[in-house]
């Protein structure tokens, strides 16, 4: 079957779907509460904010000893926020801060490390 819009794909990785998303942003723009009263908080939160310092990336995710998952998971909740900012509000620095954090991960990231085996990111949820 062809797609023939955005809300007909539904990504098996994605919280929100596009009828979720486009009723968010009405609501936040229309000032409804609780809509508009928790986008005032989530977009104050650090993660959310288009000039978040990111923590990554690092060519190796570890676990246990020696651990940098702290980052990958700060800079991965930054990219979630700052996506959802820009839809909300469209503004181009949320799309920027987003877009360099995925990119960034994306280009240096080859392997990962734990200490429990290869199987413990699985496990977590965080490395599918």
């Known amino acids: 079957?062809?797609?023939?819009?955005?809300?007909?794909?539904?990504h098996p990785g994605?919280?929100?779907?596009?009828?979720?998303?486009?009723r968010i942003r009405f609501n936040v723009l229309s000032s409804k509460d609780p809509w508009a009263s928790?986008?005032?908080?989530?977009?104050?939160d650090t993660f959310?904010?288009?000039?978040y310092s990111m923590q990554g990336p690092h060519a190796v995710i570890s676990r246990g000893?020696?651990?940098n998952y702290t980052?990958?998971?700060?800079?991965a909740r930054a990219a979630w926020q700052n996506a959802l900012m820009w839809y909300i509000t469209k503004?181009?620095?949320?799309?920027?801060?987003?877009?360099t954090i995925l990119d960034a991960w994306?280009?240096?990231?080859?392997?990962?490390?734990?200490?429990?085996?290869?199987?413990?990111f699985e496990e977590t949820g965080a490395w599918d």
Request: proline fraction near 3%; hydrophobic fraction near 25%.
């Open 38 to 44: 928790t986008f005032a908080n989530f977009s104050t």
């Open 65 to 67: 000893k020696t651990s």
């Open 14 to 22: 994605i919280w929100h779907s596009h009828d979720d998303l486009e």
């Open 71 to 75: 980052a990958f998971a700060h800079d």
């Open 91 to 99: 503004d181009q620095a949320h799309w920027d801060r987003s877009t």
């Open 1 to 10: 079957m062809r797609k023939r819009s955005p809300g007909d794909f539904a």
């Open 48 to 51: 959310s904010m288009s000039n």
């Open 106 to 120: 994306g280009s240096n990231l080859t392997n990962k490390a734990c200490r429990h085996g290869p199987k413990e």
